[in-house]
């Protein structure tokens, strides 16, 4: 029986530059003497989407230095969300972290994200609105104004305080769960707490420092922000189409009793009195 627990995935579109701090910190963090976690328990997988930038090689690098770190090559598809999803397919962990790999998610965070997962906490959420810890200070303006817009049109579908982080872990029973997944654009961490349906009372929060990325650009783009305002749509319509249809409902029986009762007033459905007008 295979001896991991954890699994971090991390999508990856051109950062070889990120790979090496990125896995050496987190086994850094592991191996601390007061973490909650064995280092031994976790395996990283870098999902990459052909970058052919040389991560293929830094993963090799690192795998004969002894971390227990895989990469996935997808040749067929792109995006960060199907790439979470493949990871999360291909994790051997029954707890599974999500991170970034441009260290904007540091690494550090990484023990206590897994030891939050529990059968009790099935969802854990690394939140950057918390006391005690701060979005660093080089983080755009307009990045942050894009941030809490998106933050504010998801309040309805979720208690949690910072589903936009993309610092999110969940458990495999629940993740195996989920349906009708949109694995389009950047938001998985929202689609898996509407579609899995987790209670608030089940996702951990976990603060965390945001930083900025460490090298090479994001790829946050138009397309992507557009594609989110269509997967808030259909998350709204997931969550509330019983509401919306019961609502239409209503309002159709009231018309019509309205609509009968000003007949009445006019003399009746009967026929007594047609209508002059
Ligand atoms: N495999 C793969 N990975 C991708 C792709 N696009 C982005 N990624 C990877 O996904 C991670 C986040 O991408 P960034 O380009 O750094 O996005 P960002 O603008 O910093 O946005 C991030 O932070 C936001 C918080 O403000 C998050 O909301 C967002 O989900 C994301 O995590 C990086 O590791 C990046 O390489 C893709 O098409 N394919
Ligand atoms: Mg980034």
Redesign the pocket.
């Known amino acids: 029986m295979s001896s991991i627990n954890y699994s971090v995935v ?6 070889n530059g990120n790979i090496r701090p990125l896995v050496t910190r987190i086994f850094r963090a592991l191996s601390q003497v007061n973490s909650p976690v064995n280092p031994n328990e976790v395996e990283v997988i870098i ?3 052909n970058s052919r930038d040389g991560s293929v090689e830094t993963v090799e690098a690192l795998r004969r230095e002894g971390y227990n770190v895989r990469i996935i090559v ?1 040749t067929t598809e ?3 969300s199907s ?1 979470v999803v493949r990871g999360f397919r291909e994790a051997q962990g029954d707890n599974m972290l999500c991170m ?3 260290l ?1 998610h540091p690494p550090e965070y990484v023990p206590a994200m897994l030891a939050a997962l529990s059968p009790n906490k099935q969802f854990v959420l690394g939140t950057r609105y918390a006391k005690g810890v701060e979005i660093d200070e080089g983080w755009p303006l307009y ?1 942050r104004v894009i ?1 809490s817009g998106a933050r504010m049109l998801a309040l309805p579908l979720t208690s949690a305080s910072d589903p ?3 610092f999110f872990g969940i458990r495999k029973e629940t993740f195996l769960k989920a349906r009708q997944l949109n694995s389009d654009g ?2 998985i961490a929202l689609d898996l707490l509407v579609k899995c349906n987790i209670p608030s009372e089940a996702i951990a929060e976990v603060p965390f420092s ?1 930083g900025v ?1 460490a090298e090479g650009e ?3 783009t138009g397309k992507v922000m557009l594609r989110y305002l269509e997967q808030l749509a259909e998350l709204y319509w997931y969550r509330f189409s019983g509401l919306i249809v019961f609502a239409a409902l209503l309002v159709l029986v009231l018309f019509v009793l309205m609509a009968r009762a000003l007949l009445n007033s006019y003399g009746g459905l009967d026929g007594k009195a047609q209508s002059k007008y």
């Open positions: 991390v999508p990856a579109f051109r950062e999902v990459d989407d997808r792109r995006g960060l790439a970034d790999a441009d904007q990045r941030s936009m982080s993309g950047f938001k945001f990325r994001s790829k946050l």
